[in-house]
């Protein structure tokens, strides 16, 4: 019993001893779903706009978006601007990393959306054409719920490797939570503060998968 | 009084020419029927008259409202956005594949249009949508999710949303053709009684019994072109053109 307790006041020392770094990991997620889920319908837009610059414009930002890494996205956000325009870089690394982390994953979001969108059979703009229905009516309440269903697996995968990713923002945030354990694990040499990481981690998307769960099973009402 | 009046009517897909020269006109009261071969343009025909299509050339008039108006060059042109917009409260279209909207229920697929379009106020829309869904004798599916009813059921809760809008005339296009044998029959009791309130209605159709008991008119149309219209008591039981003739030959053997 008192070894039990004994290794939850453990983590619960680890846990505090990251918590800046917990805050700032929760902090990009939520920033990063927020603005990027809005940001990647319009990129899905651009990318299936009738006109073909436009198009390939958006081709390209998503393919160079999915083609690098976002570690290296989150460096040269942060340095661009010092060695493009001599603008020395923000003291707070937390905003150009987020903003990195936007338009990253606003494309995968993106090609998701715009797989969607696509699925969706032409008799139903048909229907609400002929009904007089406007098109950006027709989009809004009939079109996107179809969508929305469609894509939540999809969008569940993502929303877990974000979780995971933002343990990529230690390239420039000491104070982000996988860093954090990594430093208490070199000076108390010890593996557990990783091992509470993970754990983490691990309930972090637990949770994840369960609220995303939840919304694909309350969208199951019709097939 | 002429309800549609459509004047030689061309539409081609790139080389293919699949509408030539089409004229016909639509009596208010009265039932037209569509018959041809799969190809010879009916569906196309329809898809234009509800803007569903371009057609690249000829007339059509609702009434007095003019969709589409010749140029005198040979090409025509569609009238500005505002008339369209009210062309398009002249019709209903039901379709093939019924395409209700899978994520609403029976009662939303009927009130969506008339509360957005119209500007129905809500419990007027619900009163109307009710009173349809009675007519096709579907009241206790209101609550129901397209999924959940029968082929013969989806259609008729399209029909009912296309009455919804209080249409002047409804198209249907092909509107058994994506059900069971067995079930076809509940969609044509329904048109059967439109008709008998004597709803306009343009039918294209594969039933040559329903289009010979129903219509006032019927369009025998192939390769583009109308090949022989006129009374169903003419057309279907005495085709005058070799075309018809093999068409329905080849429809009452199978």
């Given at each position: ?54 198009s ?16 290296l996205q ?42 969607g ?33 469609r ?20 390239i ?13 694990a ?38 | 009084m ?53 057609a ?37 279209l ?80 092909e ?80």
């Amino acid at each position: 019993m008192e070894q039990v307790l004994g290794v939850f006041t453990y983590i619960g020392s680890m846990l505090s001893q990251m918590s800046e770094g917990i805050v700032n990991s929760l902090l990009i997620f939520a920033m990063t779903l927020l603005f990027s889920l809005p940001l990647g319908l319009l990129v899905a837009f651009g990318r299936m706009s009738r006109f073909k610059t436009v198009s390939l414009l958006f081709k390209f930002y998503i393919s160079v978006m999915r083609g690098t890494p976002l570690m290296l996205q989150i460096i040269l956000i942060y340095f661009g601007p010092y060695y493009l325009f001599r603008i020395s870089p923000a003291q707070d690394a937390l905003i150009p990393i987020i903003i990195a982390f936007v338009l990253n994953y606003a494309a995968y979001f993106a090609e998701i959306y715009r797989g969607g969108i696509e699925s969706i059979v032409k008799g139903q703009y048909e229907a609400a054409n002929v009904l007089g229905l406007s098109k950006p009516h027709t989009f809004i309440r009939i079109i996107l719920p179809q969508v929305i269903k469609r894509i939540l697996p999809a969008v569940t995968n993502e929303v877990i490797t974000l979780v995971k990713d933002t343990s990529l923002a230690q390239i420039l945030l000491h104070e982000e939570m996988f860093n954090l354990a990594n430093v208490i694990a070199a000076r108390e040499c010890t593996i557990a503060p990783l091992l509470v990481a993970g754990l983490f981690y691990y309930l972090f998307n637990l949770l994840v998968a369960f609220v995303m769960g939840r919304i694909e099973k309350k969208l199951n009402y019709y097939q | 009084m002429n309800l549609l009046e459509v004047r030689h009517l061309q539409k081609a897909f790139g080389d293919n020419a699949v509408l030539r020269d089409i004229s016909f006109e639509v009596h208010q009261g009265s039932v037209v029927a569509i018959i041809g071969p799969s190809g010879s343009g009916k569906s196309t025909l329809l898809r234009c008259m509800t803007m569903l299509e371009t057609a690249d050339s000829g007339e059509i008039d609702y009434g007095k409202l003019r969709m589409l108006r010749p140029l005198g060059n040979g090409r025509s042109a569609y009238a500005d956005k505002a008339t369209l917009k009210e062309i398009k409260k002249q019709f209903g279209l039901v379709f093939q594949n019924f395409n209700l909207f899978p994520h609403m229920s029976v009662l939303s697929n009927l009130i969506e249009a008339p509360v957005h379009v119209l500007g129905i106020k809500k419990d007027e829309a619900i009163a109307y949508a009710r009173e349809l869904l009675e007519k096709v004798g579907l009241s206790d599916k209101e609550a129901a999710y397209p999924c959940e009813l029968s082929g013969g059921q989806q259609q008729r809760v399209a029909i009912a949303r296309a009455l919804a809008m209080k249409p002047n005339i409804l198209f249907f296009d092909e509107p058994t053709s994506a059900l069971d044998p067995e079930l076809t029959g509940e969609i044509l009791k329904v048109i059967r009684a439109l008709a008998e309130e004597n709803m306009t209605m343009v039918i294209v159709t594969h039933e040559m019994k329903f289009a010979h008991d129903v219509s006032d008119h019927v369009i025998f149309m192939d390769g583009g072109v109308i090949i022989e219209q006129g009374d169903p008591r003419e057309v279907i039981d005495n085709p005058q053109n070799k075309r018809t003739q093999a068409f329905l030959s080849r429809i009452t053997e199978a």
